[in-house]
């Protein structure tokens, strides 16, 4: 069994991070390095699966409920417009290899994709 992931380590109250949002699948907290005025992290519950194409196959409603919860933050933390990042793989720049789902908001360059 390896090492729990930094997020599972956090749910499990190990590193300290409030928990913003939560539900029985899912779980949310603010990004320690903001790319963004909103840099929300969403974060399945269970590190089954390394990356999104992993929870796409395996567990597609549950990459519908994170979308969803991405919605409700984005409209509770700015006014409801959101970019969604899923880095995919090391070479993205995918650190933690336990899925979650970057939520971006809250005056972002248009003209960046960053
Ligand atoms: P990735 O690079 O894997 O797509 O995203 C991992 C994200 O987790 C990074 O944006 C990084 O800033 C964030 N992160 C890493 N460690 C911690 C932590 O201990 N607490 C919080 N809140 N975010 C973290």
Do not use: C, W
Not at 12 to 30: C, H, K, V
Not at 88 to 103: E, L, M, N, P, Y
């Amino acid at each position: 069994m390896s090492e729990p992931s930094i997020f599972t380590r956090i749910l499990n109250g190990e590193i300290p991070s409030e928990i913003i949002a939560q539900t029985d699948t899912l779980f949310a907290i603010r990004d320690i390095a903001p790319k963004a005025p909103v840099h929300l992290l969403v974060i399945p519950k269970t590190e089954q699966y390394r990356d999104v194409t992993e929870l796409a196959a395996g567990d597609p409603g549950l990459l519908v409920e994170m979308i969803a919860l991405a919605k409700e933050l984005a409209a509770a933390h700015a006014d409801g417009d959101f970019r969604l990042i899923f880095n995919t793989g090391a070479g993205s720049g995918q650190t933690v290899f336990h899925v979650h789902a970057h939520v971006l908001a809250g005056g972002l360059d248009e003209k960046s994709m960053n």
